[in-house]
């Protein structure tokens, strides 16, 4: 359940996605009825649930995380909210190192909460695993607040200006940049 989600990620200090960036994940999960979903960065499983309970009944989450610990507080919470354990798919190991393995063009929406060096790279395999009108998510574009703000260079806040960047300048993709949680970069393959 989300409160379990949420205190585990407190305690081991995992950012965790917002209730306003939660609905939204859950909501473009029920408006694309989706059935089969891949998720960048485990987490906790905060993220998870919203996406489960967006999705079809008998939809799969995939979810790819480097930590194994992290993907079994995940799993308990996924069981705390009632979702059966056939549900999901856990995959240990770098997202750019599993991501290769898995289908083209079978995901209906791909939800990128992983290393923002790392984000131009999910972006290329989240298009290779969408099907037309798919979605892409990354979660903390804001970067805290630091993605507007001229003066700050660092390599996490330069590569997500790089990534909102090669969204808005895609023929193949319908981006839009929504101002929740710490801003939630959606985008719809054409």
């Known amino acids: 359940m989300l409160t379990y989600a949420r205190a585990q990620a407190a305690r081991t200090g995992v950012r965790a996605i917002g209730p306003s960036g939660g609905a939204c994940l859950r909501l473009l999960a029920a408006a694309l009825g989706a059935k089969a979903v891949a998720e960048i960065g485990t987490g906790t499983g905060v993220s998870g649930v919203y996406l489960l309970r967006g999705m079809r009944p008998d939809g799969i989450l995939t979810t790819v995380d480097p930590e194994p610990i992290r993907q079994e507080f995940a799993r308990e919470a996924y069981l705390a909210a009632g979702f059966a354990a056939g549900r999901t798919r856990f995959i240990p190991g770098r997202a750019l190192e599993v991501l290769p393995r898995l289908a083209d063009g079978q995901y209906d929406l791909v939800f990128c909460d992983g290393?923002?060096?790392?984000?131009?790279?999910?972006?290329?395999?989240?298009?290779?695993?969408?099907?037309?009108?798919?979605?892409?998510?990354?979660?903390?574009?804001?970067?805290?607040?630091?993605?507007?703000?001229?003066?700050?260079?660092?390599?996490?806040?330069?590569?997500?200006?790089?990534?909102?960047?090669?969204?808005?300048?895609?023929?193949?993709?319908?981006?839009?940049?929504?101002p929740v949680s710490d801003g939630l970069l959606c985008a719809v393959k054409r």
Do not use: H, I
Not at 171 to 178: H, I, N, R, S
């Open 115 to 178: 290393d923002p060096a790392e984000s131009r790279a999910y972006l290329a395999e989240s298009l290779r695993l969408l099907r037309p009108g798919g979605v892409v998510c990354f979660e903390g574009v804001f970067q805290q607040g630091r993605l507007t703000d001229p003066a700050l260079d660092d390599p996490a806040t330069g590569a997500m200006r790089e990534l909102v960047q090669a969204v808005r300048e895609s023929k193949q993709l319908l981006p839009a940049l929504l």
